[in-house]
């Protein structure tokens, strides 16, 4: 099962060579067509990045592949629309190593941020569950809601929910009825979890500022929800299967609801084609790069607003496809009238929903293009960086 780890970064990658020794460690390194890895930079990436993954491949027995802005032009003038509607200096360009991962037979790809520390256990051998069929322990609620940030001990007994979780549905847990079973369905995506800093909210984090020590006694290592039980997940110490890839947009315009917004468009296919989303292991120790948590919340306010009407428009938009990437199809037309305004919205409001559809659209067009036109050959090892 070929796997794919990807990362963006504006450093010099250093924290790969805990993965790649992880990785041999648990005899993932054995045949270079079984993993790789994929670095994507920005403008403010050193070019010392190209050098260290380099020396990474030259260490061990599979490819690191660094692809700065000259090789991601490259690869892109086959999707200019794609190649013209991501931005620079945005973690989104993530997009281009998963759209990479998919043209270059990934059949799991993970997508780790630059301030994620591989931890001892097998790292890539437990997201590879993804593809499998449990079995794992199932969660359901009768609100269709779960929050699995619920299973972690923090420090002083802090409660707190995943960032991008609906603001009107916290602290309602006492209302609802809660049902656990054991699943055989398909795990689609695997979303590990983490340990010091969680990922949460600007608002919550200032005001609780938790520190994970584990997860709270009782609760399985891994487990998921029933289709139709919803959580966010982000786009961090994540695992996808290769055929969600094509539903899998993070849209450089909706700030910090990207992978968020993604996560409920993918959960709403798996609902519709009977998958789940594991949660749990393998955990990563987050080490949160700094970051001004008034900026952040600058860039959640309006996601926090705008996610319910998202999210009840979703679950409202019938679906007959038979794949993620038809079913993405029909959210990206199905979207446009299901999401309409609600109340006042702002310009920028009606920015994020007009930027999020318009990229929906190029990315389903460009994974159209490449069922009509598979990839040909392989962007030159020494433009893209490869080892």
Known sequence: MKTTLLTTTIHVPELLTAYAQNARAHGHAGAPDQLDFVVVGDRKTPAAAADFCRRLADEHPFACTYLDIPAQQEYLSRFPRLWQHLRFDSIQRRNIGLLWAYEHGAEVAITIDDD??????????????????????????????????????????????????????????????????????????????????????????????????????????????????????????????????????????????????????????????????AFGEPWVRQKRNPHDLWRDLDQERDGMILTPGFCHALRNIALRGASYHQCFGELADGLAAAWSESGRWTETQREWRQRLLEGMAIWHATFDSIAAAPLSGQVSAQTAGAC
Not at 168 to 196: H, K, P, Y
Not at 258 to 274: C, T
């Open 116 to 277: 994620n520390f591989a931890l001892g256990g097998d790292f890539i051998g437990l997201h590879r569950q993804v593809g499998s069929f449990g079995p794992l322990p199932a969660f359901a609620t009768s609100s269709g809601w779960f929050n699995v940030c619920g299973t972690l001990a923090a420090d002083d007994g802090v409660a707190f929910y995943h960032r991008g979780y609906p603001w009107d549905l916290r602290w309602r847990e006492a209302e609802e009825f809660q049902s656990e079973s054991v699943s055989n369905r398909r795990i689609v995506v695997n979303a590990g979890l983490w340990l010091d800093d969680p990922d949460i909210d600007a608002l919550a984090r200032m005001a609780r500022q938790p520190v994970v020590r584990g997860r709270k006694p009782g609760t399985p290592p891994s487990f998921c929800l029933e289709p139709g039980t919803w959580s966010p997940f982000n786009s961090q110490n994540t695992s996808l299967l290769r055929a969600v890839l094509p539903a899998y947009f993070l849209s450089p315009y909706n700030g910090r609801y990207d992978d968020i917004w993604a996560s409920y468009i993918i959960a709403r296919i798996a609902e519709h084609l009977g998958d789940v989303i």
